[in-house]
């Protein structure tokens, strides 16, 4: 059980680091004529054949059960096409940071998800650490941003449909389904949807150069190979409220990559913000370890 859980752990926080970068990779690739529905068809459209060679080379079959793949595709949709799709889109509107503080609803959502759906108990820890996560992810908040009701909406309802994501993959029963061969599909699933969906509106819009290209295969080997295996990995181990507060690592990972590349100045606020986040983490992991 505790090794399970140190696991589980390791995969979700290096999931959001990863994660945390994606923001920063993002930008340079809207700067090579790239729109935010291309680019998620280019998140996992490249992947498709790395995700492909990794289940080969693991021994993991592509085969899989047809009673699987109704859950996979409403997984795909929710975590992998609604979600990106309308927290890309609230960019337009309000800075990444104001995205982040609405977004990051989602790990309360899914504690009380938990209890409701999947008839989980609320645990006090959980509880406590949700709300300094709350707390903290507020604290990112920038008093000087311009606040714009369809950017917050966006971003808003970009945190309620990934908190559905992780409570579909928290409930998902196929547990014998590898994490390459899972990915793949959902990979497979949200290329064909979003693909489908720029023809029809016309907005496939293409990288304009060989660096823009470069940016996409890094982009998309880092996310989906990379990022999204590991959470649904650690996810499977520890469950969806441990792994959503855990994925509070992103924002922190987002700050500091913006203070190490763009030297963007960090505030006393956002250092505490920072630092209660961390501090939820520190909590939910001590108290499991403890039980176990």
Known sequence: MKK??????ICVIASAVIFGLMPLMAKFIYQEGVNPPTLVILRNIISIPFLAVLAFLTKAPLKINKKA????????????????????????????????????????????????????????????????????????????DKINLSGSLLAL???????????LLSGFRHKEISGFTFSFYVALIC????????????????????????????????????????????????????ASILSTFEPITSIFAGILIFNEAINVFTAIGALLVITASVLIATSDMKKS
Do not use: D
Not at 4 to 9: E, M, P, S, V
Not at 157 to 167: I, N, R, W
């Open 191 to 242: 290329s064909i949807v979003m693909m489908i969906i720029c023809i029809i509106t016309k907005q496939l819009m293409l990288p304009v150069s060989l660096k823009g290209w470069l940016w996409a295969v890094i982009f998309a080997v880092s996310l989906n190979v990379g990022a999204v295996v590991l959470f649904q990995k650690g996810t499977f181990l520890i469950g969806g409220s441990r």
């Open 157 to 167: 309802l970009s945190g309620f449909t990934y908190a559905t994501y992780v409570l």
């Open 69 to 144: 793949l109704p859950n996979i595709s409403l997984i795909a949709v929710m975590g992998c096409c609604v979600t990106p799709l309308l927290l890309f889109y609230s960019y337009k509107h309000i800075p990444s940071g104001t995205a982040t503080v609405f977004h990051f609803i989602y790990p309360a959502a899914v504690v009380i998800g938990e209890f409701v759906f999947l008839k989980s108990k609320i645990k006090a820890t959980h509880i406590i650490s949700v709300l300094i996560c709350v707390a903290g992810i507020c604290l990112f908040y920038n008093p000087n």
């Open 4 to 9: 399970q859980f140190i696991k589980g752990y």
